[in-house]
């Protein structure tokens, strides 16, 4: 690929991400957002995040301690944390040290 090529290709790709930034603010300036929107912001988070945990307890296997463990302390360090100081931030960093940490010590 050609340098004009490379440039034209990231000149458009930086025009299509502002664009679909933009499209919100143009839409919904003028008048109020409907009910569908509402549904999809009170809805959509917590389907995501139970969609992740499905995704990263897919491949867990019950037959040694060592395979199952970090999965299951990060997730309920995470949870209890958020539960207890309501901050994503710390709750996420929190389970990920915790099983990072579990890995790496062989648990």
């Known amino acids: 690929m050609t340098i004009t090529k490379a440039l034209l290709v990231s000149f458009l790709i930086g025009l299509i991400i502002f664009c679909e930034r933009l499209f919100p603010f143009a839409v919904f300036s003028k008048r109020k957002p409907g009910k569908l929107i509402h549904i ?32 299951i302390s990060a997730i309920t360090f995470t949870i209890v944390t958020y539960i207890w100081k309501k901050n994503s931030l710390l709750s996420i960093f929190g389970g990920t040290i915790v099983y990072m940490i579990m890995i790496r010590l062989g648990l």
């Open 40 to 71: 999809f912001e009170r809805y959509i988070p917590p389907v995501v995040m139970i969609g992740l945990l499905i995704y990263s307890l897919r491949d867990i296997r019950f037959t040694s301690l060592s395979l199952w463990l970090p999965q």
